[in-house]
């Protein structure tokens, strides 16, 4: 590999959402009452980077045709980056994720060989038949706070977050079927927007929201200043639910965003 090919690799591999990954292990073992420089946690977080490389870099590798429409600036449709080597891609993160889990935490490493085995299912079976691909995607996604609560040896405190983070991935999922319709349309995908229309799936979206908010009122309740805190989250969302029931596009940015703030708010108003 080329040092100049380093920016499509990157991208192949979604390095932001790797680092939001691990971000989500840290949080999740300093919700549990570890350090988060602990060498369990850090070894789970670069676990969990590794992990979120294997689902994307599957993922471009079965998208790469429908990506020609829906994604054309991705590392494959542009040819900076072959089929066969995002394969090996992939089982290079997935190699690294297993180890890097194993030996954090032993039980981790049987996780998440079990999580590799799921996100490959997701794109081959799941991802066109929309809603169970959906629900999937949601739970893989909200697991680094799993990962780092385990690494603090209490995996049950990471309820909680867990309860939280799968309604808000689930509603970043949809919204970005309904983004992506036309290319799914022309892929042969059975997605929510496509099977059920735009605005049954955008309910959807709102749905998962409204839900997400029930499980974080208690939080509120139970720390007044996490409300205030919480106050730009909020809103991103509301604008996000408003933009999904209305068919207009990027809700999933406004989603991603959304929960990064969330994520800010737990630990300025619990930190504290």
């Known amino acids: 590999m080329r040092w100049s090919d380093a920016p499509a690799w990157l991208a192949l591999l979604r390095w932001p959402n790797a680092l ?106 799941l991802k066109p038949l929309g809603l169970p691909g959906n629900v999937l995607a949601a739970v893989l996604a909200s697991l680094p706070f799993l990962y780092g609560a385990w690494s603090a040896g209490r995996p049950a405190a990471a309820a909680p977050l867990l309860l939280l983070a799968v309604p808000l991935h689930f509603a970043r999922e949809v919204a970005k079927d309904i983004d992506d319709a036309a290319a799914d349309a022309a892929g042969g995908r059975r997605t929510l927007p496509l099977s059920h229309g735009e605005r049954a799936a955008g309910a959807a979206v709102v749905i998962a929201l409204a839900f997400a908010a029930g499980v974080a009122a208690p939080l509120a309740a139970g720390r007044p200043r996490f409300a205030a805190f919480a106050l730009p989250a909020a809103a991103l969302f509301a604008t996000a639910g408003r933009r999904s029931v209305t068919g207009r596009r990027g809700a999933p940015t406004l989603l991603k965003a959304g929960m990064l703030c969330a994520m800010a708010a737990l630990v300025l108003a619990y930190g504290a």
């Not at 599957?58 to 394969?87: K, M, Q, V, W």
């Open 20 to 125: 939001i990954s691990a971000a989500g292990v840290v949080l999740g073992a300093w919700w549990a009452g570890a350090r988060p420089s602990d060498r369990r946690t850090l070894l789970a977080a670069a676990a969990a980077a590794a992990l979120t490389g294997v689902a994307n870099a599957f993922n471009d590798y079965r998208d790469r045709e429908i990506d020609r429409t829906a994604h054309p600036g991705r590392p494959l449709p542009r040819g900076r980056i072959s089929p066969r080597g995002a394969l090996a891609a992939t089982a290079a993160c997935a190699a690294l994720g297993i180890g890097l889990a194993a030996a954090a935490v032993p039980a981790l490493g049987v996780l998440s060989a079990a999580v590799v085995a799921a996100m490959l299912a997701y794109s081959v079976w």
